[in-house]
């Protein structure tokens, strides 16, 4: 029998290669890894629960900030966003610094608030207890989030 230039005593003319059987087992592979990638990834617009967890913590480091700085720190929430303001001087004044500055709710998320006014309101004193309890639901395409805000000062999301 011929020996070939590749060296393969068997047949003559074997080259070097992969086997069908060899391509679809890597193809499945590749499959299988792209699907749990898929799965693994976030929503890139976000959950409800995500937004009213990012709020939360938000809100802890108000009623923290109010402790720290021993001054009352107050929330305001309306169904476009929330903000934060610092009693100076008599007066609340907007908080401008980068963790407490307003923001917006995101797109298609509305907030269910207890004030019939469209806004409300909640002061952390300088201990970090709250004025009162409020609970804030966060909805977006039938998902909810409640916001629970404790006359205490703890503050909790959870879904609904």
């Known amino acids: 029998m011929p020996i070939s230039a590749a060296g393969n005593s068997r047949h003559p003319l074997a080259t070097a290669g992969f086997t ?7 193809i499945t592979i590749i499959g299988l890894a792209s699907a749990v990638v898929a799965f693994a990834m976030p929503d890139p617009r976000g959950r409800v629960l995500d937004e009213g967890l990012r709020f939360a913590a ?8 109010a402790i720290v700085e021993a001054r009352p720190v107050s ?14 001087g008599g007066a609340w004044t907007p908080v401008a610094d980068k963790p407490l500055r307003v923001e917006r709710w995101s797109d298609q ?3 269910a608030l207890p004030d ?3 806004r409300t309101r909640v002061t952390f004193d300088p201990t970090g207890v709250a004025d009162r309890n409020v609970d ?3 909805s977006r395409r039938g998902a909810d989030a409640l916001v629970r805000i404790g006359a205490d000062g703890e503050v909790r999301a959870d879904a609904q």
């Not at 069908?20 to 890597?26: A, G, I, P, S, T």
């Not at 938000?58 to 900030?65: F, G, K, L, P, Y």
């Not at 929330?75 to 100076?88: A, E, H, K, S």
């Open 116 to 118: 019939a006014g469209g």
């Open 109 to 111: 998320t509305r907030a």
């Open 20 to 26: 069908l059987v060899e391509l679809m087992v890597v």
């Open 58 to 65: 938000r809100v802890r480091a108000a009623r923290d900030i």
């Open 75 to 88: 929330l305001w929430v309306t169904g476009g966003g929330y903000g934060f303001d610092r009693r100076i």
């Open 136 to 138: 804030i639901r966060l």
